[in-house]
């Protein structure tokens, strides 16, 4: 029976009721140790009775290291329907529990291979899966179960994880739960031990603090009266506990130990290795009569969590050795080297490097297990350069599990054991990997520079590849001498003559666009785009890169090709950590060809995905281009938070700067729309003509031509159509020639740049009115309005159809005319695949969600484009 939690209880059966009607649902019970939250846990597995097809794991702290093992304990029930899940993801969830040898893959793939599993199992009937001790699950379960946790919608599942304080997981729906009150806490004292003393009871109630476990146990450890002490309640309970073991025969005691140092729970393993330290089952059944552990099924189980730190933290190191290396000589390999690392303190060049083979291995699994493996072997290894050798890859693979905090200090620690240039190299292009993603984008900048000074002479290709880092950086940055710097030296090196990889190129024109100079910068970066065709197909690196410089010189068209092919080959191969990078560039390619319902759904999957991913810098820039679309939709209460998040970071400064100069813009407030768009313009060349149109609003034309005049240079080099679009509209308004808005007008429609053209349609209606040319502004103005409802841009709409009423003509809004705006952004994007043919489980296999909520996607969408039928989807125009 549970008392005092009313609230809780009610919270519970909301959850269970939810993913009953098909709604799924993630609590996370949060509260200090023995507070109940166990308890919680099992009256939620008892009222989801035979209804609920029900799922039970949980962390061990001896066990925290070793991949997916508490993964594999929780879906091991129902691992055998893998077989319904994208071929892909299955195999990434195979590898991850080692039940192949084939690599995991992207670790967030498993989260998706999780996800299409649990959706998979929930199709007969709703799922509950309950983790108790979260905060003790070896980080790869740990990610997989949040990952997918965040990605829950219609599944019909309920996942409950409980966990102490010290678990974070933002962006989850959390319920602490907090103490008994003093009545509660007095009706489980005399619930549990009714004829204890009053002078006793009172002192339990006021010691356990309405803690139930230590309601439970502390009358048990002071039955005549006793004192109690005055240690924190962890320790007190740990104390109650380790009175109960001191009853228990010494075989019991053993096999009791045996089970705290091993997770897996397997009855038949831990009696193996108690058996070498002479315990058997009588010692087992021991165990089970003291009511210490249960033998559940296939597990023994301890009856609480703190049960096992007390019996593990009662024995002495010597004893806990001797147990570590009686359950290596039963384990698997890989949990064997584990146990016998727990048994040794002193280095051990022998064990050091049998971890380090563990880690190669756990490397195809898990980042987060193959840096435990090379930090345990790290310490463990005698030599000194070695010993820093280790804690570099250990750093690494921290980098590649999301530990950047770690991966920090560990490249801290090994560069302080080593003075080899190349491994002093490796370590600060680690280092510079933290400070890039916390936004210490001089601070990585300093630190390439100085490590790559050493290199230069023997190592040159070495630091070629730092020194284009520095350069990125001055890009995001805007840090015209930090770049000049980096440039300089590179050239100084004389490498860099693959054609693949135009080292120079990239660092020369990057500089020069730095430098205002875009007639010396585009033919060279033009350079590094066309170096890309001589890539092999699988150099997601250098393609990406060669993408984000497409977009620098303007070629949209080339630069949509290469994001398409390579968010079409990372999402086929489950690169889920590539996908924010192609997301965003399709986002920003999308958005400047005036296709906005496409940019939002790219722009927030990026933003999801790099959120989950940890790609901060990344996770700005969607920001900032949601920031952008919000502006145009005219949508102040998102854009400015949305700006703020994205200029938090370097790298979304551009867009956030950009999307608040167009919101002052279309509001009118001309001089802050200047100051904000000026600072866009620096890096951002499509921003120049908003800059021009609100200086001449603000009559200052000697700004406004200093501006075109430097757009015109970087159109003349650049050489696209959109470009020259805009640049004729800024000579319209600028010069007053009629005949440049025509131009305009003509570029942007062979551009196909409707935005850009319902704009510049807009800038003459506009004119036309004011000189009474009224039939001809209302000729041009309809078109503007058109567009723009299409498109959902509502500040220019009102505009337009302002203009429009002044000339005279009454406005009517189409109904249909926006029903694709009414769209989420991932509603979009599951119709527009459900319109080429693509099944649920293909949709969701691409968009990272289960089949469930694909179905459930186009269930919302279909009366808002006024269908019922999936077939109709194909004959809607869906751009």
């Given at each position: ?12 059966d ?26 919680l ?5 008892e ?62 793939l ?39 946790a ?89 104390d ?142 005698p ?165 984000s410089v ?42 400047l ?9 790219d ?19 969607a ?26 970071m ?89 005949q440049?808005f ?32 009224k ?22 709409l ?30 979009l ?5 459900a ?17 469930r ?8 969408a ?18």
């Open positions: 029976m549970l008392y005092g939690r009313t609230r809780e209880q009610e919270a519970l909301r959850l269970l009721r939810d993913a009953a009607d098909g709604v799924s649902g993630v609590l996370v019970l949060g509260g200090d140790p023995g507070v109940g939250k166990s308890a846990l099992d009256h939620a597995v009222r989801a009775g035979a209804e609920f097809t029900v799922l039970r794991g949980g962390g061990v702290e001896s066990e925290a290291e070793l991949p997916y093992a508490g993964l594999h304990l929780l879906l091991m029930p129902v691992l055998a329907q893998l077989e319904a899940l994208p071929e892909v993801q299955a195999t990434a969830l195979r590898g991850a529990l080692g039940m192949t040898a084939a690599r995991a893959g992207d670790r967030f498993v989260g998706v291979a999780v996800l299409s599993l649990l959706a998979a199992v929930s199709a007969e009937r709703p799922l509950l899966c309950v983790v108790d001790d979260t905060q003790w699950l070896d980080r790869a379960s740990a990610d997989a179960l949040l990952f997918a965040r990605r829950l919608r219609s599944e019909r599942v309920a996942l409950l994880l409980a966990a102490r304080e010290e678990f974070h997981a933002p962006g989850l729906p959390e319920l602490r739960v907090s103490p008994l009150d003093a009545s509660a806490s007095a009706e489980l004292v005399d619930a549990i031990a009714p004829g204890l003393a009053v002078d006793v009871r009172e002192r339990v109630l006021a010691e356990a603090g309405g803690n139930p476990l230590g309601l439970i146990e502390l009358p048990r450890s002071a039955p005549g009266g006793g004192d109690l002490g005055e240690l924190p309640l962890t320790r007190r309970l740990l109650a506990f380790g009175q109960r073991l001191t009853a228990l025969s010494e075989p019991a005691g053993t096999l009791l130990l045996v089970a705290a140092a091993e997770d897996t729970g397997d009855p038949a393993l831990i009696l193996r290795a108690a058996a070498r330290l002479g315990a058997d089952e009588r010692a087992l059944e021991e165990c089970e009569r003291s009511g210490l552990v249960e033998v559940a099924g296939a597990r023994v189980r301890f009856r609480h969590p703190l049960v096992r730190s007390a019996v593990y933290q009662a024995a002495g190191f010597a004893r806990r050795g001797a147990v570590h290396r009686a359950l290596a000589e039963v384990s698997a390999p890989e949990r064997r080297i584990w146990h016998l690392a727990a048994a040794v303190t002193e280095p051990d060049e022998r064990l050091a490097a049998e971890l380090e083979r563990s880690a190669e291995t756990f490397l195809r699994r898990s980042g987060h297990a193959a840096a435990a493996a090379w930090e345990r072997a790290a310490l463990l290894t030599e000194a350069d070695a010993r820093a050798v280790r804690l570099a890859k250990a750093a690494e693979a921290a980098i590649s599990a999301g530990r950047l905090r770690r991966a920090a200090q560990l490249t801290d620690q090994a560069a302080r054991l080593t003075g080899d240039e190349l491994v002093r190299a490796h370590l600060a292009n680690l280092r510079a990997d933290v400070d890039f993603e916390h936004g210490a984008v001089e601070a990585a900048s300093l630190t390439l520079l100085e490590a790559a000074r050493p290199l230069a002479a023997a190592h040159p290709d070495r630091a070629t590849s730092l020194l284009i880092q520095v350069v990125r950086n001055a890009w995001y940055a805007h840090d015209v001498k930090l770049a000049r710097r980096a440039t300089d030296l590179l050239m100084s090196l004389g490498s860099g003559t693959d054609p693949a990889r135009p080292a120079s190129a990239m660092a020369t024109g990057i500089t020069a666009l730095l430098e205002d100079d875009p007639a010396r910068a585009l033919p060279l970066l033009r350079e590094v785009v066309e170096g890309a065709r001589h890539v092999d197909h699988g150099e997601h690196g250098l393609r990406n890169n060669a993408l497409a977009l620098l010189v303007g070629d949209h068209a080339t630069a949509l090709s290469m994001a398409r092919a390579l968010a079409t080959e990372c999402a086929a191969l489950g690169m889920v950590a590539w996908l924010p990078h192609t997301h965003l560039a399709l986002a920003g390619v999308e958005l060809r005036g296709r906005h319902l496409d940019a939002a759904a722009a927030d999957h990026a933003e999801q995905v790099a959120a989950q991913t940890g790609q901060t810098h990344l996770e700005a820039q920001c900032g281009v949601r920031a952008w679309l919000a502006a145009v939709r005219g949508v102040e209460e998102d854009c400015r938070p949305l700006a703020e998040r994205a200029a938090a370097p790298s979304g400064q551009v867009w956030a700067q950009w999307a608040l100069g167009l919101l002052e813009l279309v509001r009118g407030r001309y001089e802050q729309a200047a100051d904000h768009l000026a600072r866009a313009a620096r890096q951002q060349p499509a921003a120049v003509p908003d800059l021009v149109e609100a200086l001449v609003r603000l009559q200052e034309p000697e700004r406004a031509r200093a501006a075109h005049d430097r757009f015109a240079r970087w159109t003349a080099a650049a050489g696209q159509p959109w470009a020259q679009g805009l640049l004729a509209r800024c000579r319209s308004l600028l010069d007053g020639d009629e440049d025509a131009t305009a007008i003509d570029l942007h429609r062979a551009a196909d740049r409707p935005f850009d053209a319902a704009r510049t349609r807009l800038l003459l209606g506009e004119r036309l009115r004011r000189e009474r040319r039939q001809e502004a209302r000729t041009v103005l309809r078109e503007a309005v058109h567009t723009f409802e299409r498109l959902g841009a509502l500040p220019w009102d505009r337009a159809s302002s203009e429009l009423r002044a000339t005279g003509e009454s406005l009517t809004r189409s109904a249909d005319a926006a029903s694709l705006s009414r769209l989420t952004p991932q509603e994007q599951v119709v527009r695949l319109a080429t043919g693509a099944s649920n489980k293909e949709i969701a296999a691409q968009l990272f969600l289960s089949p909520t694909v179905g459930h996607h186009l269930y919302k279909y009366p808002k484009l006024g269908v019922t039928t999936r077939t109709e989807l194909a004959g809607l125009i869906l751009s």
